[in-house]
Structure formats: structure tokens, C-alpha cells
């Protein structure tokens, strides 16, 4: 028995090459958008270490504080490539 191989009907565009059909798009960032992102994840992640620290979790703590900083860090070399305006 032989099976034909034949293309989807709806081909993925865009940053999202790996979506199924019925997927939702992500959305393209812009540069000040990401950096949004970037700070709004960083403090999240914050937050988690604090309520992680409050239920007496240190090591779920220490993970959580201590990976927020990269999301800074991250934030930082974005603001710095994007050229965007400094901060007062």
C-alpha cells in the first residue's frame, strides 16, 4: 500500500516555524517590548523567590532569586544593542 505525502494545508509564516496549525502566532517584539518583558520576568522571578522563602523553601529560594538577575542582565545587553533612550 503506498501513501501519498502531501503538503499541510496551512504552512507556519514568521518567527513561529515550528507551529502546528491551530496554534496561536507569537507575536513579533519589539526591542522596547522585550526589554519590557525582560524586567516584568525578572521581577516575577523575584517575587517566586520571596513567596518560595516565605513557605520556608530555601532551596527553591536561593534558584529562584538567584536567576533574576540574568533576566537583568539580559534586559541590560538588549537596551545596550537596541540603542534605545538611557534611563534618568
Not at 28 to 37: D, V, W
Not at 46 to 67: L, P
Not at 78 to 87: D, F, N, Q, S, V
Amino acid at each position: 500500500m503506498f501513501i501519498a505525502i502531501a503538503r499541510p494545508a496551512v504552512e507556519p509564516q514568521g518567527p513561529d516555524a515550528v507551529a502546528v496549525p491551530g496554534s496561536p502566532a507569537i507575536p513579533f517584539l519589539t526591542p522596547r517590548a522585550l526589554h519590557a518583558r525582560l524586567l516584568d520576568n525578572a521581577a516575577a522571578r523575584r517575587r517566586r523567590g520571596q513567596e518560595r522563602r516565605s513557605a520556608c523553601r530555601a532551596e527553591d529560594a536561593a534558584y529562584w532569586i538567584s536567576a533574576a538577575p540574568m533576566a537583568v542582565r539580559k534586559a541590560c545587553e538588549l537596551r545596550r544593542e537596541a540603542r534605545l533612550a538611557t534611563l534618568p
